[in-house]
């Protein structure tokens, strides 16, 4: 069905345009994601600059990645409730003055705490770009609105590394790591003005336009509130669950621990973690049978495309966000080359996966379910090719910059995954749960990621990379860990197939394949 490109909101005469709110919503994503990939580049010379301890500096990244999986749930509930776009506005504030912050930090306690405010930020206004997605896009335009969201996030990860090399090339260790934090605050503040000027703030929570009615009927029929209509169920209207939202902070939170941190009973937080969530799980049902509103409704599981594809995402991102970690690790300290050097390998990869992010939108809705497979065996492929190429150069004298070919295809199948898993896990979800339903898949890939760096690194420097001190020791570490990546990405293709052979019409005009 084809969307206009101009919208109205109840309450309000004014006309607004799906274009320019894309890109409103999606510049600040670009400033997150950056912010996920850049700072690996960074760590030597953040750590020579302020002094930081290894656990320090380790903190760098994980008190980041923690905080924003916490985050994304309860920021995206809230978002459905109140208003994604002043949820919005409110979360990249919050994100460009920690990145201001973290430029003007003197010590390692400060940069963390700094970099903990940036992830509240991020992770107040990233489930809204899903919700206000979902919200205001149909069909082939939604589709092409989320491809565009995947060349986002697979150019600005992949973009990352090149980008913070670059400001330490240019203006050295201090003050280059800070400048890499720094550009992100004017790029914030012109991102909030485009984001007043060009969001729909008037009664956003209310369904837009003619599709409204459509929307009430959808929502009543999938049974996504139980067993009544919304607009019979009791209680108030704005029904945050504090206590859900609370529990499911800690159960995410103790599933994280344990892999950003190296006490040795931190094992034990997993357990404690398996009981939290089962709280969670029962309290939500008993919630909603109190006839109130849960924070998430659990029935959105039994929408096949959304539990497959979050599946899907969750394990790709168990291994596939590792992949670049072991390239900077082995080039920068196996091979003793630049971060400018280690940014530029990835620069054909980052291009690449934009191009394909976009063609793969234009075809996920009904080649959605192959292409995920396809992109999938195109990144086990390449993770494969690197590997040996990696060999010659690590043994055969090879030249560093050979890497460029063999890790460029990745970004070809991590572009396609970005825009095609998107769509389809959003393609039955009521247009009320877009933020919720958005945090739930960000939230597993937060938490997957922190799972993979930690295994993944973890047997990188147990087969040799944490004594070795020649090329040829460290691709021991690297070829053991790319190893294990691929075989979580192997995981993320058998549900994938699953899922292509369960094809089914979703919607109405459309089937997959």
Known sequence: MATSRYFTVPGSDRQYDRNRMLIAILIPLVMALLQVSAVNTLLPAIQETLGATSSGIQWVL?????????????AGR???????????????????????????????????????????????FSPQVNGMIQQYFDGRARAKAFGLMGLTISASVAAGPLISGATVAIFGNDPGWRYAFAINTPIGLLGLFLAFRWLAFSKERRTIGPNRKKAREEYRRREIVAGRPASKRRGRTLDLDPVGMITLCIGVFLIMMPFTMHASWRMWLLPAAVLVLTAWVWWEHTYERRGRIPMVNLKLFKISSFSYCTAISALQFLGSTSIFVL???????????TALFTGLIGLPNAVISAYFAVFASRHAIEKGRVLQVVALLIVIGSVLATVAVAY???????????????????????????????????????????GTAGGMVQTAQRITTAIGNAVVTAVFFASGAAVGHTPSEWFRGFASAQALVVGFILLAVIVAVVYMIRGRRSIPGTSQA
């Open 62 to 74: 994980a008190g980041y990645a923690l905080v924003y999986g916490i985050i994304l749930v309860p």
């Open 327 to 337: 390239i900077a690790l082995f080039v920068q300290q196996g091979l003793g080359q």
């Open 78 to 124: 809230i978002g459905d409730l109140v208003g994604r776009s002043m949820m919005f506005v409110i979360g990249l504030a919050i994100f460009s003055a920690g990145c201001l912050a973290c430029a003007l930090a003197t010590d390692t306690v400060m940069l963390n705490a700094m970099r903990i405010l940036q992830a509240v930020g991020a992770g107040v």
């Open 392 to 434: 010659g150069v690590a043994n055969l004298g090879w030249h560093p910059a050979w890497l460029t070919l063999p890790i460029t295809p990745v970004g070809i199948g991590l572009g396609m995954m970005g825009s095609v898993n998107q769509t389809q896990s959003m393609l039955e979800v009521p247009a009320a749960h877009g």
